[in-house]
Every structure is written in structure tokens, then in C-alpha cells.
């Protein structure tokens, strides 16, 4: 258990936000802590959650996202707007856990340029926090009053990147 819990926001338009909370998980399971993936907007199977089933106990992930995009004004926006509100209950309820150190709330941000959610809900998240637990926010374009909020904020930029010469998602490196 932890004797102090800080606020982490990964944002930034560049790759490996997800993977710095994902590495971050990691080295908590090898100090034996707990940490739960709370995963908004995404729905998809990806390569971590293949991984986390070989730690099961130290890392668990939920995934509330649809399988479809998430685009405001789409005839599927409810959809993605349920799944999201399943989300935010269960990382309310995840936060006031004592089963984990450590609370991972991927996407969250990402998903306030979706109309899913508005800052002053993240923030209230933060403001529940328990002083023993560590809570990481991840996603794009973070406004201010969230950068703010955190004690610790790190801006991913992206300055060259190989999607631009047509490669796409990778299997074990992008999924």
C-alpha cells in the first residue's frame, strides 16, 4: 500500500500515453501493488489485455468502449455514451477501492473531445482520490484546468511518426 497517491496525466498528441500507464502498472506489479485499467473508448482487442491475464491478481483491465469509432452526431454516439457512463461508475467505485494502489483511467481525456464527459467530472475523480492512491489519467489535449489539477503531467509529442507513410497498427507494438 502506498503512504502517498499522486494525480499522473499522460497527454500530448504523441504515441505512448497508454504505454507509459501500461509500463507504469508493470513496475507496480513487481513491488506487489494493484492496479486497475479502467479503458474508455475502447473496445477492441488489444495485445495488453493478452498480457495482463499473466498477471492476473496485480493488474486487471475493464474495457467500456464500443467496437465502432466514436463520433459525436452518429446514430451510435448513444452507444458510446452508456458504455462511457458504465465506465465512470466503475472507476468511481474503483477509486474508493481498497483493493487497488493504483487506478489507471485510459482515455478519459480523449474521451472530453467526444462530448462523453466534462472536466469538472474528471476532476471530481481526482477530488475523491484517497491520499494512499495513485491515479493516472491519459488522453489527448488536456485543458488547462486538468494540467492544473494533477501533480504530475507529461505531454507526449509527436514529431515524426511512420503512420504518416501508410503503416498501420502493428500487432505487440500498436495493438
Known amino acids: 500500500m502506498l503512504e502517498e497517491g499522486y494525480v499522473h496525466l499522460y497527454t500530448g498528441n504523441g504515441k ?4 507509459a500507464a501500461m ?29 495482463v491475464k499473466k498477471l492476473e491478481g496485480l493488474i486487471r ?21 452508456e458504455l462511457f457512463r458504465k465506465g465512470y461508475k466503475f472507476a468511481r467505485e ?17 474521451s472530453l473531445l467526444f462530448d462523453l464527459v466534462k472536466t469538472d467530472e474528471i476532476i471530481d475523480l481526482i477530488k475523491i482520490k484517497p491520499k494512499n492512491k495513485e491515479l493516472i489519467l491519459t488522453g489527448r489535449n488536456a ?9 504530475l503531467v507529461t505531454e507526449m509529442k509527436e ?17
Do not use: W
Not at 16 to 19: D, E, H, R
Not at 26 to 50: D, N
Open 94 to 110: 474503483a477509486i474508493n477501492n481498497d483493493k487497488y494502489d493504483i487506478v489507471i483511467l485510459d482515455e478519459i481525456v480523449t
Open 16 to 19: 505512448g500515453k497508454t504505454t
Open 61 to 81: 483491465i475493464e474495457q467500456f468502449g464500443s467496437k465502432k469509432f466514436c463520433k459525436p452526431g452518429n446514430e451510435d454516439f448513444a452507444e458510446h455514451y
Open 143 to 151: 485543458p488547462e484546468e486538468l494540467i492544473n489539477t494533477c501533480d
Open 159 to 175: 514529431i515524426k511518426h511512420y503512420y504518416n507513410s501508410g503503416v498501420i497498427a502493428r500487432k505487440g507494438i500498436e495493438n
Open 23 to 51: 509500463g507504469l502498472a508493470l513496475r507496480a506489479a513487481g513491488a506487489g501493488l494493484k492496479t486497475v485499467i479502467v479503458q474508455f473508448m475502447k473496445g477492441q482487442h488489444y495485445s495488453e489485455l493478452e498480457s
